[in-house]
């Protein structure tokens, strides 16, 4: 079993920056990929990034491509989300993910755990 634990969420006015972090616990961090998810109101949840198990390789939603960076670090169990350039339609609920292959987290299907989320809310 692995707990994932969001922190990190907030309001932010546009052009500003958040760093988000999923803080896990349970069985092995470094054997699963690892992805964040937002849902806005309304929408369905959407996939926003992924990060291979060493952390050597990532993949992004053309949507936040060049504005968001993940990462992750293994001695500390934890993933990271640095979101610059904030803009309202950035407003959503990010959740944290962990699949044991990334193309689980690309599609959103058959994600082992998920975290409870974290608000993120970008004013005009």
């Known amino acids: 079993q692995v707990q994932l634990v969001e922190s990190g969420g907030g309001l932010v006015q546009a052009g500003g920056s958040l760093r988000l972090s999923c803080a896990t616990s349970g069985r092995t961090f470094s054997g699963y990929t690892m992805g964040w998810f937002r849902q806005a109101p309304a929408k369905e949840r959407e996939f926003v990034a992924a990060v291979s198990r060493s952390g050597g390789g990532t993949n992004y939603a053309d949507s936040v491509k060049g504005r968001f960076s993940i990462s992750r670090d293994n001695a500390k169990k934890t993933v990271y989300l640095q979101m610059n350039s904030l803009k309202p339609e950035d407003t959503a609920v990010y959740y944290c993910?962990?699949?044991?292959?990334?193309?689980?987290?690309?599609?959103?299907?058959?994600?082992?755990?998920w975290g409870r989320g974290t608000q993120v809310t970008v004013s005009s």
């Open positions: 993910a962990a699949a044991p292959v990334i193309s689980r987290l690309r599609t959103g299907v058959s994600i082992d755990y």
